[in-house]
């Protein structure tokens, strides 16, 4: 199992380019979500599903959209890119609402760099 | 929504002695509380988690406990070594329950582990 996996490792955008980051799972999670990561702040949560066919805000969405596309895929798009976007970009996946099932696997990050 | 602080923000220390980081949280109803370490340029992984059911939790060198009275939960690693050195986050889980299911990560703690 490759686990999660994220699509590109790395882009540059230019301020207004539109893009999308891809984001699979083969373990057959539920939920998944996409996180930014920027130095001093953690991780912050911009979108998640629950489950296939649900997508909820969570603390960062503005500037951002996402797709579950079906129950292995989540995408996130950035329609306008600008420079405060610049950031580490995770997504993870979660398997169900049992309680030994809570754990969040993450994938590999994609560094996006907006100038 | 969940409210995370963990501090220190750096923590240095001779190889073989222990270190322990803290974090607070401001949900009463959050029940689930893990760690992740994450090592430069990589992705954060589980090493350890608690749930609200119990006090402290140990897997070899690692430990964590929970005093949900003063909502606050710290991670406790004996007998350092180099490969320890990494950013630990802490984090908690929130939600309206089931499906709905979130984590609130705390802003992270570089570890170095001095030989």
């Known amino acids: 199992n490759a686990g999660v996996t994220q699509t590109p490792k790395f882009q540059v955008l230019k301020t207004g380019q539109s893009m999308t980051l891809q984001c699979a799972q083969d373990m057959n999670h539920n939920s998944m979500y996409w996180y930014r990561q920027d130095p001093g702040m953690g991780l912050r949560l911009i979108y998640y599903?629950?489950?296939?066919?649900?997508?909820d805000k969570g603390e960062v969405p503005n500037g951002y959209n996402v797709s579950r596309l079906n129950k292995r895929e989540f995408s996130l798009r950035l329609e306008s890119a600008a420079p405060s976007q610049t950031s580490v970009y995770f997504c993870?996946?979660?398997?169900?609402?049992?309680?030994?099932?809570?754990?969040?696997?993450f994938g590999p990050g994609t560094r996006l760099l907006v100038l | 929504g969940e409210n995370v602080e963990q501090h220190p923000s750096t923590l240095s220390v001779q190889e073989g002695d222990s270190a322990v980081i803290k974090c607070t949280y401001s949900d009463s109803a959050s029940n689930y509380f893990p760690w992740y370490k994450q090592e430069l340029g990589k992705r954060p992984q589980l090493i350890i988690d608690i749930r609200s059911n119990v006090g402290e939790k140990k897997d070899q060198r690692i430990a964590v406990t929970l005093n949900k009275t003063a909502k606050h939960f710290s991670l406790h690693i004996t007998e350092t070594q180099p490969e320890d050195s990494a950013v630990y986050f802490c984090?908690?889980?929130w939600g309206s329950g089931g499906s709905n299911y979130k984590l609130t990560f705390g802003k992270g703690t570089l570890l170095t582990v001095n030989p």
């Open positions: 984090a908690a889980k």
């Open positions: 599903s629950a489950s296939e066919g649900t997508t």
């Open positions: 993870a996946s979660r398997g169900g609402r049992e309680r030994w099932q809570e754990t969040q696997y």
